[in-house]
């Protein structure tokens, strides 16, 4: 089996900005997808930013502006950009990827705010997102929701200890979770190994930056960080070969 491991995309978008600019890239990614052929497909979580909802923010000068529906209408036009490729590729021929997608903590944003402000239930909800990635034909997993895909575990972060605190490094996911895991949620990547008594690899791998834009939070030094994404070659019973694809390959590779 060979999978496409997309990480957090972000997906944002400013006032007047054009999203077929923005999200340029993400069709180029599409392409990269649909030219490998890919079994399947995961999406790590937080393909939305949702930043009207940031509560980090809020009370901030660059908090102004925001609003839900705009941040809707981003992960529209950003999973329009990176499906329209593989759905196209798909009709034209005899390949028909699995889908899967973990929810984020930034898609669950909407979920918490009802639970702080009971008003809201029934007027937002992470199915806002939910349901965009459904229509393009992904099996959605709540947040947290582990996916078990040929032995290799996913979801936008592995929790430990009874605070449910994230798991944080790749070598620490082995130890806590003693099977295969790929975590997106952090910047950057990170990638470990161990061997079982039997001779057969475990891995563990973070990876959470698919995006072109820059966290302001994260300052000058800390947006240096690698964005991409990881094709896993061979899976089967959680072992499998792994290689990272940047974004600035992807954006060399596909110009037009």
């Not at 034209?92 to 973990?102: A, I, K």
């Not at 809201?120 to 939910?130: H, N, T, W, Y």
């Not at 965009?132 to 936008?156: E, N």
């Not at 563990?204 to 947006?223: A, K, R, T, W």
Request: charged letters at 25%.
């Amino acid at each position: 089996m060979k999978h496409a491991i997309i990480p957090d995309i972000q997906a944002k978008l400013n006032e007047g900005e054009n999203p077929y600019v923005r999200f340029r890239f993400l069709n180029r990614l599409g392409q990269y997808i649909a030219e490998k052929r890919p079994d399947k497909i995961v999406c790590l979580g937080d393909f939305g930013d949702v930043p009207s909802l940031c509560s980090y923010d809020k009370g901030k000068r660059s908090f102004e502006g925001r609003r839900y529906r705009r941040d809707i209408d981003a992960v529209k036009w950003a999973m329009d950009a990176l499906m329209s490729p593989i759905h196209a590729s798909a009709r034209s021929g005899d390949w028909t990827p699995e889908l899967h997608l973990n929810m984020g903590n930034h898609e669950h944003r909407a979920d918490r705010a009802t639970e702080l402000q009971p008003e809201l239930a029934g007027v937002i909800s992470s199915d806002d997102f939910a349901n965009i990635y459904r229509d393009h034909g992904f099996t959605v997993y709540p947040f947290l929701q582990v996916a078990a895909i040929d032995g290799v575990m996913y979801s936008h972060y592995f929790t430990s200890g009874v605070m449910g605190r994230p798991v944080t490094t790749a070598a620490a996911l082995l130890t806590k979770k003693h099977l295969s895991c790929v975590a997106g949620h952090q910047q950057g990547k990170q990638i470990a190994y161990a061997t079982r008594a039997d001779g057969s690899t475990i891995t563990g791998m973070i990876v959470g930056s698919c995006y072109e834009h820059e966290e302001d939070f994260l300052g000058p030094q800390g947006n240096k960080h690698w964005r991409g994404m990881v094709m896993l070659h061979g899976v089967e019973n959680g072992c499998f070969d792994e290689m990272f694809v940047s974004l600035d390959y992807l954006n060399r590779r596909f110009k037009a």
